[in-house]
C-alpha cells in the first residue's frame, strides 16, 4: 500500500483526485515549456539559441491548445498559469529584441522606420497576397481556420491574413514584423487598424483506420484532416488596441471563457522565431562533424561490420549517415534480397527514398507508413503515393494503434546461401534533419534472435495483426507496459533481500499512474531510482516514507533530449525504445522496446552514457519533493565514472552534451566502444 495523502502537505495545489501522489500532466507540461523559457533567457546561450527556444514555447503552447487543452481536467489552473507564461514571453522577447540591437541587427518598428524597404516589402511581398476588407460580425469567426490571423479595423471591417504570409522578414541586418507592417501600412482614411486576432482550434483529429478496405486509408486520412482547420475553438490571441467589447463578443460567439482570450505583446506569431534564429552565421570552430562509423565509408563492407560486432548510433553525436548509407548498402547490393522498415517521420527530401524507389526495380521492398503522425499526415500521405508508383510495397497502420516504433529489416543471402537478417532499432525518426536536432539512440545488429523477431513483427503488422510471439523485442501494447511493472517489482525484491537494485529511465514523459506507483513501492523497498524526463513528469521525488530514493531531473539544451532508455542493475537488463511511460505509448501505440544485448554497448550505456547524464550540473534541472524545478548543484551531481573518464571530467560542471560531442570528436576514446572486440 502507498502512503496517505498526508505525506504530501507541501503539494495540495498540484494533486487533483489522484490514486497515487501525482502532479497533474498539464500543469508539468507547462513547467517543462517553462524550463525551455528559461534557456531563452539564459544570456550564456548565443542569441540565435535564445531565439531558438523562445519560438519553441510558442509552438510548444501552439499545440498544447490544438492537442491537449480540450481534455485537460485543470482547465482555470492551466490558464492562469498560461497568462503568467505569455506574459513572461513578451518580457523575454523584449530583452533579446534590444540585444538584436547590440549584434549589429535593427528592428523596425515605427512608422517613420518602416518607410522605404518596408514599404517596398510590403507592397511586393505581403499586399498581392490580401482580399479586400470584408465585413465582419461575429458569426463570420467560423471562417477563420486554425492557427489564422485577421487584421481588424475601425470601420467594422476585417482581412484575414493567409498563413503563407511569413511573420518575420529578414533584409540583411534590417528584421521586420508583420504585424507592424499590416498596422502601418493597412491604414488610411477609410481604414483605420484596431490590431490583430489570432484563433487556435483542437487540432486532435482521431482516425480510426479499420482494416477492411486498405485501399480506403488514404483517402479517410485526408477526408478526417479537415477537420483540424475547424474544429472547436479553443484559444483567441489579440494584439493592439481591440477593445473589451469586441474581445467579449468574439469570445461569446466562440464559447471561450474569458481566461481563453490572452494579449500578445511582441511579435504575434513567436513560433516563427525558430526559422528566423537559422539565419544567424554559425561562428567558426563552434561547429562539430558528427561521427561516421569505421567500415561505412565504404558500402560493400557495411554488413560484415555489422556482422563483427552490433554498432551503437548516439545521434546527432554519431552522424545519421550511418543509417542512410546502411540502406543505399542494402538497395546497391545483389545478394539483399527484401528492404523492410517503418515511417512515422520521414523528410521527402531524404536520399533513403530514391535509393528504396530504385531498390523496387530488382528486390522486394516493402515500408509501413504511419499516415496520422501528427502534423506530417499530409508529407506521409505524399510519401505513400510516391513509393507505390514506384513499385514500392506501401502498408499503413491499422484500426486504433498509431505505427510509433522505428525499425528497419535487411534480408540478405550470405555465402554459402544462408540467410541473414540485418536489423536497425531506433529510439527516434527516420528524418535527417530532426536527426542533426535531437538525440536519439539506435543499434545496427545482425543478431538473428533480433532478426526473426523483426520478421515477426513486419508480417504481423502488414497483415493488420498486433505482433506477438517475440523472443527478444517487447512489444506494446500486448507486453511492454505489464514487462515494465515486471521488472520494476524484480529491483524492488532484491532491495528487500539486500542486494543492490538500481532503476535508471530516461523519457520524454512520465505520466503512467501504474509504472508510477511501482516507482513509489521500490522507492520504499529501497532501490536507487534515477529518472532523467525531459518534458512531463507527474511522479513526486524525494517525499520522506515515499519517494525518498527517487532523483528526477531534466536536460533542456542544444539539441533535444529525445531517446529512451531503460535500465534495471540487478537483473542487468537494459532496454532502448520508442515509447514514453505514458498509456498513449503502452495502449494505444504499435511500440518497441528493444534490448542492448552487445556487452560493450551495454557497458557504455551502463557506466558512461548514464553516469553523464546524472552528471549535468549546467542544463539539468532537478525536481523537488514540492513539485517544483531547481538547478542542480555539483555535490548532488557526484557519481563514479567509466576507467579514465574521472581524469577527464573530475573538477569539471558537466553539460552532458559538450561530453558526448567530445567523445564522439575522441572516437569515444577511454570507453568501452573504443576498446577491441571478440
Known sequence: ??????????????????????IP?????????????????????????????????????????????DSSERRESVLESVAEFVAQQSEVLEGLTSELESTGFTVLKSEESLEGEGWNLFETEIFPHLMAPEVYASNH????????????FEEGRWIKIPKTIPWIFKRETRIYFLEDLLMNFLSGPSLKPLGLIRLTRNGDVAIDLGVEDPESIPDR??????????????????TGNIGESILGRFAKA????????????????????????????????TQFESLIPDNFNDLTKIFSAIRSRDILLHHPYDSFEAYIRFIQAACEDTKVLSIEQTVYRIDSLSPVIESLKKAALTKRVRVVIELRARFDELNNLRLSDELHKAGVEVCFGFGKLKLHAKIALITREEEGGGIIRYTHLSTGNYHSATARLYTDLAILTANQDIGQDARVFFDAVTAGLIPTGF??????????????????????????RGES?????????????????????????????????????????????????????????RFLEHSRIYYFGSSKKMYLSSADWMPRNFFSRLELAFPVLDSKIFEYIESV?????????VKARELTPQGTWKKRSKEGAKLSYYGDLKKILSGRSVRSQIVFEELAKSKYAFTPLSLPRS
Open 1 to 22: 500500500m502507498l502512503p496517505k495523502l498526508e505525506f504530501l502537505p507541501t503539494l495540495p495545489s498540484l494533486l487533483f483526485e489522484p490514486k497515487v501522489p501525482y
Open 25 to 69: 500532466r498539464d500543469l508539468s507540461w507547462i513547467q517543462f515549456n517553462e524550463r525551455v523559457l528559461n534557456e531563452a533567457k539564459d544570456p550564456s546561450n548565443p542569441i540565435s539559441d535564445r531565439l531558438k527556444f523562445l519560438g519553441i514555447t510558442a509552438s510548444n503552447l501552439d499545440e498544447f491548445f490544438m492537442i491537449r487543452f
Open 141 to 152: 469567426l467560423s471562417s477563420l481556420e486554425n492557427l489564422q490571423a485577421a487584421i481588424l
Open 221 to 238: 486520412v485526408r477526408s478526417g484532416l479537415g477537420k483540424r482547420d475547424l474544429g472547436r475553438a479553443v484559444r483567441l490571441q489579440y
Open 254 to 285: 466562440l464559447r471561450l471563457s474569458p481566461n481563453q482570450v490572452f494579449i500578445s505583446n511582441g511579435a504575434f506569431s513567436l513560433s516563427s522565431l525558430l526559422k528566423f534564429s537559422q539565419v544567424f552565421e554559425v561562428k567558426p570552430g
Open 471 to 496: 523472443k527478444t523485442l517487447l512489444g506494446a501494447p500486448i507486453k511492454l507496459h505489464r514487462r515494465l511493472l515486471a521488472l520494476i517489482r524484480t529491483e524492488a525484491e532484491a532491495a528487500r
Open 501 to 557: 537494485a538500481h532503476i535508471v529511465a530516461k523519457v520524454n514523459a512520465l505520466i503512467d499512474e501504474e509504472v508510477i506507483a511501482e516507482l513509489y513501492l521500490a522507492s520504499q523497498a529501497g532501490v536507487k531510482i534515477d529518472l532523467i524526463v525531459r518534458g512531463a513528469c507527474s511522479l513526486i521525488p524525494g517525499v520522506v516514507g515515499l519517494s525518498d530514493q527517487i532523483r528526477v531531473i531534466s536536460i533542456v539544451d
Open 609 to 617: 552514457l548514464i553516469p553523464i547524464y546524472l552528471s549535468d550540473v
